[in-house]
């Protein structure tokens, strides 16, 4: 994964994310809002069954993050039911403030934070959607949480994974020093954002 403490996303299945925006015609670095629904074709899918195929054969526990996966889950689900994995698939939330989120683009990519703040909208209720019209095992926890209380986090995220918690993972992992953006420009919230990150808080398995 690249930048364990950081966004640690898996360059693997981020490839393939980009290649299924890519086929309807979107780049994830144009940053726009306006994100059509990915398309596969059948090389892609090869490309989806291997790396499935590969994680599940290699590892007991495995997963991936990349925030692309908000727009792309529906098309990883037909992989796992295909191959008659989708029994194992639960689902980690993580949601992070929409300002923060804006703030980190701007600083990154000289987004302006009105942008970011769409963009961070589309992703996140496109994942929330699939999750709210599914009832596959979902946890959902905060970014700004796990900073505040790492260990109360991950021990409850290990319980939702059946997992044996090691408290000692924790300082490995969790560095709270690592985010920057909790403070900064601000702008104004548009409601219809508030209101999904007041939907989203109802749902977090930590308060």
């Known amino acids: 994964p690249q930048n364990p403490k950081g966004f640690y996303e898996n360059y693997d299945f981020r490839i393939i994310n980009d290649r299924l925006l890519n086929k309807v015609g979107y780049d994830a670095k144009s940053y726009e809002s306006d994100i059509p629904e990915p398309l596969v074709s059948d090389r892609i899918k090869n490309s989806m069954v291997k790396i499935v195929q590969k994680y599940d054969t290699k590892y007991e526990h495995w997963g991936w993050k990349d925030p692309r996966t908000c727009l792309t889950i529906s098309q990883w689900v037909t992989i ?8 194992k698939l639960k689902i980690i939330f993580v949601t992070r403030r929409a300002i923060a ?11 302006p ?95």
């Open 101 to 111: 989120v804006a703030r980190s683009l701007k600083t990154r990519n000289d987004l």
């Open 113 to 207: 934070l009105e942008k970011g703040m769409a963009l961070w909208k589309t992703y996140t209720e496109r994942g929330l959607s699939f999750c709210e019209q599914n009832d596959f095992p979902t946890f959902y926890m905060s970014f700004e949480g796990i900073l505040q209380s790492p260990e109360d986090h991950c021990e409850k995220m290990f319980d939702f994974l059946e997992t044996n918690f090691d408290p000692t993972i924790v300082k490995h992992f969790v560095d709270k020093k690592i985010s920057t953006s909790g403070t900064g420009e601000d702008a104004e919230i548009p409601n219809d954002i508030s209101d999904l990150e007041f939907k989203i808080e109802k749902l977090l398995a930590v308060k």
């Open 80 to 87: 796992f039911t295909e191959l008659n994995l989708i029994h």
